[in-house]
């Protein structure tokens, strides 16, 4: 299951919020807002700590629909920034405020190599919901579904360990969510809030050698021999070659499969003005 927080970090809410999930080994999504995250840097390190999967939520919530393509484009990007700067990680998935999309907006995502992600269950904590209707409509999740929380409802904390024990209850698990699939797999113990798995295997995502115009990254697969790693460029990014495997895709999201040369393999990527490393999903074939 994706267990979703929304609008953090808080303050008065966070901590609890990851010392409860830790408690029952439990495991999620948040998608804070560029304006929280820069505001609470240690929380954002403590969001990562966790475990978490960090993904874009807007620089401060707004209506994106009734933004303009180069608003809509700065309040993605300026996100990214902060919570590279903070936790260290690129998100690959984004949460648009509201619900709202369009295709401008979808656009925009994709050339940030963003995967959009709604959800299947509202909790309605954000509108007052209690802790008892909050872990009410957690039971209504089924295998791969998302529910909508937020991080700075006290029911939502409150509800939590009843949540985990539920799901405990009827096999199954929190977990992260796929950029390739957008559905939550189980956790790959991969950690950080870029990265994650999907079926059976894991992948690491390292920098290597970098020029002026283009740098290498290499990347270790684990847990099988048969699988397909989704890359995740950031915007601007584009595929100059690879090595041990057959990568697709130039732009945006490049899908690499085994081509007999092993589990580890590599791409150079020009810049073309963004520097970030990309983020990678692994689901075993």
């Known amino acids: 299951m994706g267990l979703t927080f929304d609008d953090g970090p808080t303050s008065g809410n966070t901590t609890q919020l990851i010392n409860t999930l830790r408690q029952y080994n439990g495991t999620g999504t948040v998608f804070p807002t560029g304006s929280n995250a820069q505001a609470n840097g240690s929380l954002m390190q403590a969001y990562r700590s966790a475990g978490l999967q960090i993904g874009n939520h807007s620089w401060d919530h707004p209506h994106l629909v009734n933004l303009s393509s180069s608003e809509i484009q700065s309040q993605l990007t300026r996100t990214q920034q902060a919570i590279q700067q903070t936790a260290g990680v690129t998100p690959n998935l984004f949460r648009p405020p509201y619900g709202e999309t369009n295709s401008t907006l979808q656009q925009i995502e994709s050339s940030l190599g963003l995967r959009e992600i709604i959800w299947d269950v509202d909790s309605q904590d954000w509108n007052n919901a209690s802790a008892s209707a909050i872990r009410q409509a957690a039971s209504r999740l089924t295998n791969g579904q998302i529910i909508l929380m937020h991080d700075w409802p006290a029911n939502t904390v409150a509800a939590l360990p009843g949540i985990l024990q539920d799901l405990q209850a009827r096999n199954l698990c929190p977990g992260h969510i796929s950029a390739s ?8 113990g991969g950690g950080g809030g870029g990265g994650g798995g999907g ?5 690491s995502v390292s920098r290597a050698d970098e020029w002026s115009d283009r740098f290498n990254v290499t990347f270790a697969v684990s847990g099988g021999s048969s699988w397909t790693v989704s890359i995740n460029l950031n915007g601007g990014q584009s595929l100059q070659s690879s090595w041990n495997a057959t990568v697709s895709g130039s732009t945006g999201t490049l899908t690499a499969r085994p081509n007999g040369a092993g589990n580890n393999f590599g791409v150079t990527l020009y810049k073309n003005g963004n520097t970030s490393t990309p983020t990678a999903s692994c689901a075993a074939a």
């Open 181 to 188: 699939t957008g559905r939550a797999v189980a956790p790959s």
């Open 199 to 203: 079926g059976s295997c894991t992948v």
